[in-house]
């Protein structure tokens, strides 16, 4: 006859056993929803041709309601960015006209934000007019009724040293009215585009202007040879500008880039919106199967802002870089999310309004900027590159 086991004995092992089931269950629920240590966590990709971009999902968002835009800014008329020396010196007066003086220079601009909210502003994204259209070399906060600003930019338009207008304003209305066409700057809802990885790269990670032209001729070219391979006729267009921003808001360029950038644009916008409960924030970037890039901002809110046209930049790194590769996968995009240990860190602050900080790493620089305003103290955006 079998002896009978306590039942003190019998209830311990039937609550071992419901709890492993539990766990086994909590773990099997939560998988692939575990944040990593950075609070960020990396979801199953989107892929068009040779372009895939991960979505990230954060832990925490933080509010960026008051932050403005540059294209806000500029289609409101709220900022102005006009040449260095258009602007007398650097105390804020109000209601006294700018005095013209000839001492533009190609690597600075100044901006002026007379808006009562503070103003941020992304390394990448074109001002086009002026002399010459420029690209923000770097992230910063500038705060309401600014005082002029004086700006470090770098040229994309090496063929013209010629004014256009006497200020800045988006590109798709700068490139309108070059075409011939009756746009007002500031009018509308152009917006100013956002360069390409490989050239934001030069601009932020090298910061040397010979190296943003030598990319941005490189980048002119091949997208030339990808267009007119298809429409010989546009080889003429396309070849007599130096501009940056007119050979990407050329029609045929348009097209190829929305081949590759309106599939992904329309899916992630939609995700966003599913995924706002899960506060959505950024991406990680693969193109030919190599991870290049990521963007993750403060909010979902933020990246909603930015997310049409940094999706062309993506797409038009695509376009001229289309050659057979693999397909970067989610255990690449996490670990490129999460390595932010670098060799020397870099940090540029304005005391009470932000700081940006700099770490190159084995491989890869990022970039973090963290707005100090009142009742911030939070990275408002941070980006990083492979090298």
Known sequence: MRPKRPKFFVTVIAMLALAATLCLKLRLAHAGQEFSDSGLKVLEPIRNGSLTVFPVVASKSYPTGAFLTLDEGLRSGDVVVTEYGNVRGLVRRHNTPPVQHDTAEVNRLVLINNSKRPLLLLAGEIVAGGKQD???????????????????????????????????????????????????????????????????AKAMGDKDQAQVWAEVRKEQQSVTVEVTGATPAAADELNSTSSYAVVMENERVK?????????????????IQ?????????????????????????STELLEKYWPKLVRSYASEAVVT???????????????LDDMQGRRETIESEPGVFRHTEIDGNGFKAFALTSLLPKTGFDVHVAKMSE
């Open 134 to 200: 420029r690209v923000i070399g770097k992230d910063r906060i500038v705060p309401p009724e600014s005082d002029p600003v004086d700006l470090s930019v770098f040229c994309v338009e090496p063929g013209r040293w010629v004014a256009t207008s006497a200020n800045f304003g988006t590109s798709g209305a700068t490139y309108a009215a070059r075409a011939g066409a009756t746009v007002g700057s500031g009018n509308g809802n152009a917006s100013t585009l956002m360069v390409q990885p490989s050239v934001r």
């Open 255 to 271: 097209q190829e880039v929305d081949k590759i950038a309106k599939p992904i644009e329309r899916d992630y916008q939609s995700l």
């Open 274 to 298: 599913q995924l706002r409960d899960r506060k959505a924030v950024g991406v990680v970037v693969a193109v030919n199967g190599h991870v290049i890039w990521s963007d993750v901002f403060a």
């Open 322 to 336: 289309q050659t057979k590769g693999g397909k970067a996968s989610m255990s690449e995009a996490e670990s490129f």
